[in-house]
């Protein structure tokens, strides 16, 4: 069956580093989202991606924050400086049907900034 | 405002028994989708179970069925024969027009531990 991937599972980094939280959606997906989880908070949406361009953010999704496609299959969320609140569990989710169908959640990559 | 509610407590429920998780929904749209999600502690959120605004009937799904009760704005999970795996935080979640916006709205979930 096929799944969302996204690595890495974990990652430590020091605050005001560049990090870059990588995904592989499903296959024939087109629409590609960014959640994140704050720990024991509820999931909150950060962006939603369709033809190679943001088609929605949310508030939290600043500019400090960035999505890219850089080739078929995968699709990346970049943190330029990151501070301590941004550590979270980050969701890739795809979803096809012209986006109005399930959105499919990867496993998560937990970040921890200190 | 808060577009999903999920108020219960942590529940405790006995194997082979059935839980009905709460989820009450906000929204002054005509067309909309309810998903609900189960996050096991390994983290990863595992889709359940969906029911579209204008279906008719409530959306079933192996174990997992919903009561949508539109005209309340609810949208209950059940599950049926409680099993040790499904102990975990369930998640309800709504998507809301306009068509193009696909950002799903969570609750804060309801913690289900399933004791033997």
């Known amino acids: 069956e096929p799944e969302v991937t996204q690595t890495p599972s974990h990652q430590v980094t020091q605050m005001g580093q560049e990090v870059i939280l990588r995904c592989v959606p499903i296959s024939n997906h087109l629409y590609f989202y960014w959640y994140r989880q704050i720990l024991g908070q509820k999931v909150e949406f950060l962006v939603s991606?369709?033809?190679?361009?943001?088609?929605?953010k949310s508030e939290i999704f600043d500019d400090q924050f960035s999505v890219e496609r850089p080739d078929g299959s995968n699709f990346t969320l970049k943190i330029r400086s990151t501070k301590l609140e941004d550590s979270a569990m980050y969701f890739c989710a795809s979803s096809g049907l012209g986006g109005m169908g399930t959105q499919y959640f990867g496993p998560g990559t937990r970040l921890l900034v200190l | 405002a808060q577009k999903i509610t999920q108020t219960q407590p942590g529940m405790f429920v006995q194997e082979k028994e059935a839980v009905t998780l709460d989820c009450t929904y906000d929204t002054s749209d005509q067309s909309y989708g309810l998903f609900w999600y189960k996050q096991p502690s390994s983290g990863e959120m595992i889709f359940l179970i969906y029911q579209g605004s204008y279906d008719e009937q409530n959306a079933t799904e192996g174990r997992y069925s919903l009561n949508f009760q539109k005209a309340r704005k609810s949208a209950n999970l059940v599950i049926s024969a409680s099993q040790l795996g499904d102990s975990a935080m369930y998640f309800c979640a709504m998507r809301e027009p306009p068509y193009g916006n696909n950002r799903l709205a969570f609750g804060k979930g309801n913690q289900v531990v399933v004791i033997p």
């Open positions: 991606f369709y033809n190679n361009e943001i088609s929605e």
